[in-house]
């Protein structure tokens, strides 16, 4: 397997983007990022995204982007993962030049979700549930997320508001990113008294509903020393993906995320590191729950105390483990498809000194780790700056 590098990155503003069409969106991440990395061309783009069939009538992205941002007749297809689809599009780009298939690769995540009324993207989200014993049950994802919240909360004798510690550091993260959808600051009291979505899951619990896109093209070691930018490369340490049931009450343990821990295990084998040496974690809080349950199946926290961290100020930027650097899915939003390639794209940020006041001082290893469903596919990148 050949080294793969990191040498351009772009990303859009999260938010509602009612003017722009989906093809518009990507194009304002993909072209940039082509700007950042000095390259006109490509061999193969590669699109995470979850939603376009359902929520725009859209699919044959690949191609459509493609001919789009002026790459016609490169391979070009959609890779879909449910919210895992921005991290598993990278996976695939990630093997193609590992692989020696190609030289350079631009890999994008898109996603439009704000056109369609609540009801109708909520019930698209749902497909990436169990659609037998989940989805027409009427299941849906704030409710399985809120049933593994009640869960934990009595299990470990944690009260709601402890939760709160994960909001309250996505967006003061968030107020640093000017990509981010919602850059203020929150308070505990603030969190407490949001409006209850799904009991115990509340508005400051939940990740929003949102467009966007992000983009970074991947490129041997020959292509990426050719290259030449003043910034510090940025290299793909590992790769790894690992699944579960996708029905919560299929799993051994509900309150154990197995895909994440199986991974990150293979991840840190491949890196050659132990969680001790990964100075941030760009996790997916799509739910408050889920940090705290990735932080636990990833070796920073006992099982239980994934809480008891953020309460503790470890996941802050000055923290032991800093997570959601730039807003994380919380704050800076979360654009399903698109979502694992945003965290990639701040991961090189932070490696490369670009972070600004979210700067995590001596970035040197970041991991990134992309969930689809709750929990069913979970996607672990582990960068290194060199």
Known sequence: MRPVYIIGIGQTVVGEQWER????IAHDAIIP???DAQIERADALYVGNMLSGELTGQ???GALIADFVGL????????EAACGSGAA???MGYIAVAGGIHDVVIVAGVEKMTDTVGSVTTAGLAMAADQEYEAAEGVSFVALNALLMRRYMYEYNVPHAAFGYFAVNAHHNAAGNPYAMFPEPITLDTYRKAAMIADPINLMDSSPICDGAAAVVLASEPMARAFHNGRRRVRIAASA?????LAIHDRRDPLWLEAAWLSSQKAYSQAGISPADVDFFELHDAFTIMAALSLE??????????VRLAEEGEITIEGRIPIATMGGLKARGHPVGATGVYQV????QQLQGLAGRNQVHDANIGMTQNIGGSGATIITHILVGE
């Open 59 to 61: 699919e044959h992205l």
């Open 21 to 24: 069409s989906l093809r518009h």
């Open 345 to 348: 794209v701040e991961a090189v």
């Open 89 to 91: 599009a990278l996976r």
């Open 72 to 79: 016609r007749g490169i391979e070009a297809m959609k890779v």
């Open 241 to 245: 993906v690992a699944t579960d049931s």
């Open 297 to 306: 199946a990833n070796g920073f926290a006992e099982r239980g105390r994934g």
């Open 33 to 35: 990022a082509m700007r």
